[in-house]
Structures are given as C-alpha cells and as structure tokens.
C-alpha cells in the first residue's frame, strides 16, 4: 500500500504543528518529550527530506495530542524549526522563502542553543535514527 501524503498527517487541532518537509526525521522532539511514549509514534508518509524527491519516510506524528501537557520543550529541540506552536490559525506552513529562512535561521543558532544544541542533535541515537527513518539504513 502506497505511504500517505504527509499532509494527510497534519492535525489542525493538536496543540503542535509540523511541517514535514523541514523535518529531518532525527526524533529529537520524541526523545525531547517528558510524555513522549504518550504522545508520539512515528509513522511511514509520503514527504521530501529538505524540498529532495518525495518519498516514503519515518516521521514523528502526535498519535495523541490530547496526552500532550503543552511544555513545548519539544519545539526548543526541534533542530529546523518544523515543529510549532499551534496558534490557532491551523496553517501549516507559509510560502517556500520564508520555510527556506525558517530553516537557516534555526540551522545557525544549533551552535548556540545550550541545551538542544549541536551535541544533541548529532548525538549517535539522532544519527541512526536519522538514517533509518530516510534512508531505511540501520546504522550500528
Ligand atoms: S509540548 Fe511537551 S508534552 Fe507536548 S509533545 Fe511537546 S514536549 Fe511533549
């Protein structure tokens, strides 16, 4: 069976909205998350990693958002800026320039980021789940 469109995994009325194009699929929200066996799974969508040829990749989803406390340390964690507060206006996203500055100027402030900087992201469990989830490599 074919992998649904990522749009199709969108929850307008969870508290958090992902962009999935800018997702990198490293799971550091989940590992992020206090609640995280709670609130997330991760799920198989049809989606482009950073705007290259869609594909069936491992995302992280909010299988149940009614579970999430609201802390948001998730978003601090998300390394590209494609998890975010729900404001209420259910958008996803705005126009391809302003996802692209979204994307580099939260690329640029990994390196200053205390606590969910660049030693989190690039901790070894990112890095294999990174290449699991888009590249279906189990990396040791
Ligand atoms: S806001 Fe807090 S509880 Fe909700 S998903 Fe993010 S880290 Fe988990």
């Known amino acids: 069976m074919e992998a649904l469109h990522w749009r199709e995994f969108v929850r307008r ?3 958090l909205l992902i962009y999935y194009p800018a997702c990198g699929g490293g799971e550091e929200c989940m590992t992020a998350c206090p609640f ?3 609130v997330w799974e991760l799920r198989t ?3 482009s990693l950073f705007g290259v040829s869609e594909k069936p990749r491992r995302r992280p989803v909010m299988a149940n958002p009614e579970a999430c406390r609201r802390c948001y340390v998730c978003v601090q964690a998300c390394p590209t800026g494609a998890l975010r507060v729900n404001d209420g206006n ?7 320039c302003v996802e692209a500055l979204i ?3 939260n690329a640029l402030k990994l390196p200053f980021k205390r606590k969910y900087g ?3 992201v690039f901790r070894r469990e990112h890095i294999r789940r990174f290449l699991r989830n888009n590249f279906g490599v ?3």
């Open 36 to 38: 995280s066996s709670e």
């Open 118 to 120: 660049v030693r989190f």
């Open 138 to 140: 189990a990396a040791s």
């Open 90 to 96: 259910g958008r996803v996203f705005h126009n391809r």
């Open 45 to 47: 969508m049809r989606v």
């Open 103 to 105: 994307l580099i100027y």
């Open 13 to 15: 009325d969870a508290p």
